[in-house]
């Protein structure tokens, strides 16, 4: 099992991770953040999550072991 790891220092807000993983990112626009929707990927939605990750502009996310 694998989770993602936000370097919020790095995240510019783009949303390109939410654009292409609804299901695990979430843009909170009130607080300017990036929610994570789940802790652990599930294996159905890992493909989805290397997408987000590889979309990211800044490469502010990563899957680490969960």
Same mark, same amino acid.
């Given at each position: 099992?694998? $989770?993602?790891? !936000?370097?919020?220092?790095? &995240?510019?807000?783009? $949303?390109? &991770?939410?654009?292409?993983?609804?299901?695990?990112?979430?843009?909170?626009?009130?607080?300017?953040?990036?929610?994570?929707?789940?802790? !652990? !990927?599930?294996?159905?939605? *890992?493909? %989805?999550?290397?997408? %987000?990750?590889? %979309?990211?502009?800044?490469? %502010? *996310?990563?899957? !680490?072991?969960?």
């Amino acid at each position: 099992m694998s $989770g993602i790891e !936000v370097d919020r220092a790095r &995240c510019d807000l783009y $949303g390109t &991770c939410a654009e292409t993983a609804p299901d695990l990112f979430r843009l909170d626009e009130t607080d300017d953040e990036l929610v994570l929707l789940a802790s !652990v !990927v599930p294996p159905e939605q *890992l493909d %989805a999550a290397r997408r %987000a990750i590889d %979309a990211c502009p800044k490469t %502010a *996310l990563r899957l !680490v072991p969960a």
